[in-house]
């Protein structure tokens, strides 16, 4: 069965303010996998890469850190 619900784990990547790249997975562990796959690509000056979790709206990770 095909449903037109995006996944609950939302890979966003913006470079220079501006969306690139999202993603939807069912599976946090895939979504993760996805993270590092796209800051291998990616993750350069200027691009920032979100993890959210759209069920509870918290930022489970992002690149690079906030920190």
Known sequence: MTT???GRF???LASAGRPVAQ???DSEATAR???KEWVGEW???GACITLTDEQTGE???AW???E
Do not use: E, F, V
């Open 59 to 61: 930022t489970l990770t």
């Open 33 to 35: 996998d996805k993270l």
């Open 4 to 6: 037109d619900t995006p």
């Open 23 to 25: 993603g939807w997975w």
């Open 43 to 45: 993750g350069r000056p």
């Open 10 to 12: 939302h890979l966003s």
């Open 64 to 66: 690079p850190d906030s």
